[in-house]
């Protein structure tokens, strides 16, 4: 996973830019709040990360990669969680963190599976009896929103 993290944060935005193209789908028909982009180009060597359509197994190590909003100078952390269930109704991954992250700012950061290839965005958490849980919409309903 060093790697994943190494190629994000080459980018200073107040000096360097990266375009972004066209977005990727339409969002007048869109009743989910997504936002998917395309890069147009870079002269920085940042590729995009993989994508996973199969749904992880009950147990399997997932990462967030991302800065929580009180983290000023932040690198791209990345943060482990355990897979645990998926919603078919709501397409939720839901997940489990053995610790709390503070996760303001992480909506739409990516869930990725520990080939480094995205399975989810990230877009909830929450508490319950002091266990600490990421939801997040599963990449092939965001896929299906095209």
Sequence with gaps: MENVSQSFYKIKPETDTVLI????????????????????NS???I???????????????????????????????IYEVKFNSYDSETGMLISISNNKIEMAGFSGAPLVNSEGDVVG????????????????TFIKEIQNAK
């Design 121 to 136: 965005a990230v877009t909830s958490s929450w508490e319950e009896n002091n266990i600490f849980y990421v939801g997040a």
């Design 47 to 77: 590729l995009p990360l993989g994508i996973n359509f199969t749904l992880p197994v009950e147990g399997d190590k997932l990462y967030i990669i991302g800065c929580p909003y009180s983290e000023e100078n932040c690198k791209q952390n």
């Design 43 to 45: 002269n920085y060597n």
């Design 21 to 40: 193209g066209k977005t990727k789908l339409n969002y007048d028909l869109l009743t989910k709040d997504i936002l998917l982009l395309e890069v147009e």
